[in-house]
């Protein structure tokens, strides 16, 4: 990703192209051994001519929030948030499983327009959404109450998605030691899975702000863990010291049997899916285990990490969408999808649309993505 607040006149292709970590091809930056951080970071090896990651500072000292040597007093702060930007002080955690019963699984944004619970055997919901940040506890006691809010069967597993922009996520980590109070709300719920934040790595930004999101994201997986909730780990990375470091971890820790990724911001774009892909795959094989994944983004990876994973649960959010646009799914040729539009009237509910295109979408996915017989193979 980068940090639409920093300005360069270059174009958006050329500024991936020259701050994209490459040893291979690009020398590192001459200041990068010498730097204290240097057995996390790795060092940067980009096309860019920079003596070290710190002449990517934005230089705004008083209105910049992120994690930079450049604003003493808050980096100070920062670290011991974190208590550094090493692994080793992450407690261990026992095994939280989490069995779902399905490998697409629909994101329910909200409840409205509709008036009966939407079937299903597994519902996806965004993390933030049931969070009420401002009071530090969730908007929902008991399950019963969240289904309904969100018109969904209550017998569904539920997985809670912490993949949403940096203005949704932030607020999580500034809830504190309010965090385990919610985490065990979120227990009491029945929540079947969640998925920890994925805290920003930008490429124009200091390494040592990707390295406490990194250390964040390790934070918030043992945090939920610990309180009994299975979590899957979001090895967020820019570099491949960062994915050696991952795989490390992951490698060490049995606890963990289930990553996240998304390939929507920077690892969804062509520059850069592939070399995101070939560490997910590393950081499978290197674990010695049966690990599963879940995606959210662009579909065209799920061939590819099912080579290497046991389950790829793919979160699908186009259905839904597209029923909030009036648009209904037709099948075309019978191995496509078009979206004509489906008005409604004034009043009229969404349940028979959002259904049918939930349907529609998860055999097409089935067919395309997971290898079934036939084209739009019904889910078993």
Known sequence: MLNLNRPDTRSHEVIVRSLTDDPYRNTMALGCPGCPHFSECGGLSVRDSIFDCLQLCCGDSAHCTRVCRHKPQLFVQQ??????????????????????????????????????????????????????????????????????????????????????????????????????????????????????????????????????AIKRIAITFEEFQREGVACALHPNGRTYRDFERWSRFIAERSEIETLAYEFITGSGQKLRTQFHLDRLADLAEASGRELDIVVRGDPKVIPFLRKFYRQVIYIETNAFMKTLKRQRAERLDNNALRWPRAPTVVGETVDKLLSHNVEEQVAFLRATYYGCDGPFAKAA
């Open 79 to 212: 670290m011991r948030e974190v208590g550094g930007f090493g692994f080793e002080d992450i407690p261990r955690t026992a095994v939280c499983s989490a069995q779902l019963s399905a490998d697409i699984v629909p994101l329910i944004y909200h409840g409205s327009s509709r008036t009966t619970p939407l079937a299903g055997k597994v519902f996806a919901l965004r993390l933030p959404d049931l969070i009420d940040f401002k009071h530090g506890k969730l908007h929902f006691e008991t399950r019963e109450t969240l289904c309904r809010t969100y018109n969904i069967e209550a017998t569904a597993d539920l997985v809670l998605t912490g993949v949403n922009h940096d203005h949704r996520i932030e607020p999580w980590w500034t809830l504190g030691e309010q965090r385990t109070a919610i985490i065990r709300a979120i227990k009491e719920l029945g929540i079947a899975l969640v998925t920890t934040p994925n805290f920003s790595l930008l490429l124009d930004n200091p390494r040592t702000d990707d390295l406490h």
